[in-house]
């Protein structure tokens, strides 16, 4: 079925109640704790989360607030920006495909191949033929990962325009964000209609293996709830377990 994000809320529902949905998001968070410890020692299975979504739509807090805490050792993130020379010479999934998790990881992929259906795609540098052989290649990769034991999670945080020119806006007048602001950021969202028509594509096209979450984000605390929820449902489903004791025979 085919998704229309004009017709998706990006907020929460009425009878959400922020205090009793800010509790369960911490009973959510020791969970993942747990489980992540688990998955960590087994090294049977890893864990890919993806972060997409427009500009602003919060993508570094939710990374922040609910991977803290996990071990450093257990988790990476890894933040897709304009491909470098080398990489530009290599097939689009080149530079992805090294950096996935392997067994016992937790990998954050903060953007990802999906930028090379969708800004490639909106600025019109591939053409119609390409991006639909892009959908196929995504669909086996991810098809790859899931057989080998690495489970995929993909979240679109779902912002409203509205909500977006205010953090962008609010980039140049906090000293705490100045280094986030791009002034390219605002002629990106002069194509906010191609943008949600190449990510509904992405959905359509590119949900067969992997699931997409479309997280309303326009308020964190409720964004952060559904992002918790379903990464520790996931790691529950994968069900790791502590390692048997092994000694060493005399």
């Given at each position: 079925?085919?998704?229309?994000?004009?017709?998706?809320?990006?907020?929460?529902?009425?009878?959400?109640?922020k205090?009793?949905?800010?509790?369960?998001?911490?009973?959510?968070?020791?969970?993942?704790?747990?489980?992540?410890?688990?998955?960590?020692?087994?090294?049977?299975?890893?864990?890919?989360?993806?972060?997409?979504?427009?500009?602003?739509?919060?993508?570094?807090?939710?990374?922040k607030?609910?991977?803290?805490?996990?071990?450093?050792?257990?988790?990476?993130?890894?933040?897709f920006?304009?491909?470098?020379?080398?990489?530009?010479?290599?097939?689009f999934?080149?530079?992805?495909?090294?950096?996935?998790?392997?067994?016992?990881?937790?990998?954050i992929?903060?953007?990802?191949h999906?930028?090379?259906?969708?800004?490639?795609?909106?600025?019109?540098?591939?053409?119609?033929?390409?991006?639909?052989?892009?959908?196929?290649?995504?669909?086996?990769?991810?098809?790859?990962?899931?057989?080998?034991?690495?489970?995929?999670?993909?979240f679109?945080?779902?912002?409203?325009?509205?909500?977006?020119?205010?953090?962008?806006?609010?980039?140049?007048?906090?000293?705490?964000?100045?280094?986030?602001?791009?002034?390219?950021d605002?002629?990106?969202?002069e194509?906010?209609?191609?943008y949600?028509?190449?990510?509904?594509?992405?959905?359509?096209?590119?949900?067969?293996?992997?699931?997409w979450?479309i997280?309303p984000?326009?308020?964190?605390?409720?964004?952060?709830?559904?992002?918790?929820?379903?990464?520790?449902?996931?790691?529950?489903?994968?069900d790791p377990?502590?390692p048997?004791?092994?000694?060493?025979?005399?």
């Amino acid at each position: 079925m085919a998704i229309k994000l004009s017709e998706i809320s990006t907020v929460e529902p009425k009878d959400a109640e922020k205090d009793r949905i800010k509790r369960r998001t911490e009973k959510y968070l020791v969970k993942i704790e747990d489980l992540q410890k688990k998955l960590y020692a087994e090294e049977k299975k890893a864990l890919l989360v993806i972060f997409q979504g427009m500009d602003a739509s919060g993508k570094d807090g939710a990374i922040k607030n609910i991977f803290r805490g996990l071990i450093p050792m257990g988790v990476n993130v890894h933040c897709f920006k304009k491909p470098t020379e080398e990489e530009f010479g290599h097939d689009f999934l080149w530079r992805v495909h090294h950096v996935v998790p392997r067994k016992g990881m937790i990998q954050i992929f903060n953007r990802s191949h999906y930028e090379d259906v969708l800004i490639q795609r909106v600025h019109k540098w591939i053409d119609e033929d390409t991006v639909k052989n892009r959908f196929e290649h995504i669909n086996s990769f991810e098809k790859l990962l899931e057989d080998t034991g690495t489970r995929v999670l993909k979240f679109y945080l779902h912002i409203s325009k509205e909500a977006q020119l205010e953090r962008l806006l609010e980039r140049k007048t906090n000293p705490e964000k100045h280094w986030k602001h791009n002034p390219d950021d605002m002629k990106e969202r002069e194509l906010w209609d191609d943008y949600m028509e190449a990510y509904e594509d992405c959905f359509k096209h590119c949900s067969e293996h992997a699931t997409w979450h479309i997280i309303p984000a326009d308020k964190n605390w409720y964004k952060e709830y559904l992002i918790a929820k379903y990464v520790c449902e996931a790691l529950e489903e994968m069900d790791p377990q502590w390692p048997a004791l092994v000694e060493n025979e005399a």
